[in-house]
């Protein structure tokens, strides 16, 4: 066996290595701990390419830990989606954490690279792993980190949020237990593969628990990815957390989407008797008013990070109604819009950062204010990642709601999703054109002084300019990008090529 054939754990084996070597380094040794944090994230992003480069043959791989196969032993699972999501993962968190390293937001506290390294070994695993039992270990790894990072630089509103956001979290953890162990009681295993085999077994007498049990996996699911009516944490906590730390949390609700993906074609599909496609009956009515409330945040909240947070609530309501379709068309739409979506939202953390450090007194609220350093490039990034995050022509978001209409057009309820896309949308563009307004145009007295400060380093934009870049990408190679993801929807919505892969093949 060859070291490439190891290359499946190395995105869960580098961020494990690098969070405690930098621990232990970064009182005394600071310099040699930063390079080894951003050379962990370097290497991250080139396994996840090279990882990438590998599923273009289309074919799923698995590995097994310790050589215990499948059903057995620990099994990771290395397909066109997953292998997408790392690659996802490793830009956001790579551009983000040149960003914290740049701006002097790691030293606020001691420990950000640790938990910053351990937050993203636990989206890779999510990612990655092939057992639903795993996917509760590395929910669980998130949530540490995640609130470890929440509370990152003190404060009282923080501390708050953070408590609210763990107490939301246990609940959907206890949750997430006992949907397990409904299943493994049921069918003997928490392999997903070896479940699609099991769940489609299962007699009549299992049937009313076999629902209970797939709809409380979609509720967890569901509270992960903020989705209306379980979506009053984020707001909250994205909007008190430091926009370093919200920037790379823009892509934690996409995990709970990732798992529903993951599991419902593949465990609660057609063959699953009474959990066949369980969430198909809800996933569009609580996708709408997810989508309108987040846009409606949008025009309403007055500030920079809280406007930030509401709209990646407004993406996750719109991404889920392409989702809500379970057709290989509006998912592989979906998945483009989750690209986008992702980047568009730590687009807007990074702005309000930079934006907030250049404005004193006057922070992220959205107020005229005099004149700051960086103002009119502040004001750019910040048009085009409104214009991203709204989706309006050229950029990728348009892309994406564009893919999103043409692939559900004719579907049931096809008529609700494009009156709630093309009216949100609207409302999205009046509340970034007033938001901006306010922030980097509205005239100021000529005599008015120009607000002075320690961070002005011209440094701080190239965070947000690399994501905004990497929307630009996504818009000019939408032809490419589009065929990705409908071969990766296409492999989704074929579950008996995993179980086959899985069960039959090893690593």
């Known amino acids: 066996m060859t070291l490439l054939d190891h290359l499946p754990v190395a995105p869960i084996i580098i961020p494990a290595v690098i969070a405690p070597v930098t621990m ?15 050379g962990g994230g370097v290497a991250m992003l080139v396994v996840a390419i090279a990882l990438f480069v590998t599923v273009q043959d289309d074919a799923i791989r698995s590995y097994a830990l310790g050589a215990w196969r499948a059903p057995f032993g620990i099994v990771l699972m290395l397909d066109r989606l997953s292998a997408t999501m790392l690659v996802l993962a490793a830009v956001l968190g790579l551009v983000v954490l040149f960003h914290a390293v740049v701006t002097g937001a790691d030293r606020r506290g001691w420990h950000f690279h640790p938990l910053f390294h351990f937050q993203l070994m636990g989206l890779n695993g999510a990612f990655l792993t092939g057992d639903l039992f795993n996917l509760f270990v590395f929910f ?17 509103l923080r501390l708050k949020a953070g408590v609210a956001y763990v107490v939301v979290n246990i609940v959907g953890s206890a949750l997430f237990l006992i949907a397990l162990g409904l299943l493994y009681g049921m069918t003997g295993t928490l392999n997903m593969a070896d479940l699609a085999v099991e769940v489609a077994a299962l007699g009549a007498a299992d049937q009313g628990l076999l629902r209970i049990a797939a709809l409380l996996l979609m509720a967890v699911f569901a509270l992960k990815a903020a989705v209306v009516p379980v979506h009053l944490w984020l707001p909250r906590t994205y909007g008190a957390t430091m926009p370093v730390v919200a920037a790379l949390f823009a892509i934690m609700t996409k995990v709970g989407v990732y798992a529903m993906i993951r599991t419902v074609p593949l465990i609660f599909g057609a063959g699953a008797g009474a ?19 987040g846009f409606v945040g949008v025009l309403t909240v007055r500030g920079m990070r809280e406007q930030a947070a509401f709209a990646v609530l407004a993406s996750t309501g719109t991404l889920l109604m392409a989702v809500s379709f379970w057709r290989e068309a509006t998912l592989a739409a979906a998945l483009y819009y989750m690209m986008q979506a992702t980047l568009a939202g730590g687009a807007l953390f990074l702005v309000a950062d930079v934006t907030m450090r250049r404005r004193g007194q006057y922070a992220d609220t959205i107020v005229p ?7 009119d490039v502040a004001g750019l990034l910040y048009l085009t990642a409104a214009i991203a995050a709204v989706g309006l022509p050229p950029l990728a978001g348009f892309v994406g709601k564009l893919l999103i209409l043409d692939a559900s057009f004719a579907l049931p309820g096809w008529q609700a999703v494009w009156a709630t896309i093309l ?11 007033r938001s901006g307004s306010s922030l980097f145009w509205k005239a100021t007295p000529p005599d008015a002084a120009v607000i002075t400060g320690t961070d ?24 490419w990008v589009t065929a990705q993801t409908r071969a990766t929807a296409a492999q989704v919505m074929a579950p008996g090529r995993y179980v086959t892969a899985i069960l039959g093949g090893g690593r």
Do not use: C, D, K, N
Request: without cysteine.
């Open 24 to 38: 232990m380094l970064m009182r005394r040794h600071r310099p040699l701990a930063l390079g080894l944090s951003l």
């Open 140 to 156: 669980e790894v998130l949530l540490i980190a995640s609130y470890g990072l929440m509370l990152h630089g003190q404060g009282a």
């Open 275 to 293: 959990a066949a496609w369980v969430p198909a009956p809800y996933l569009l009515p609580a996708a709408i008013p997810g989508a309108a409330i």
């Open 369 to 375: 204010s005099p004149r700051f350093a960086g103002q």
């Open 423 to 433: 009216v949100t949308t609207l409302i999205g563009v009046v509340g970034f054109s």
């Open 456 to 479: 002005r380093s011209r440094a701080e934009f190239v965070a947000p300019v690399a994501l905004l870049l990497m929307l630009a990408m996504l818009t000019i190679g939408a032809g």
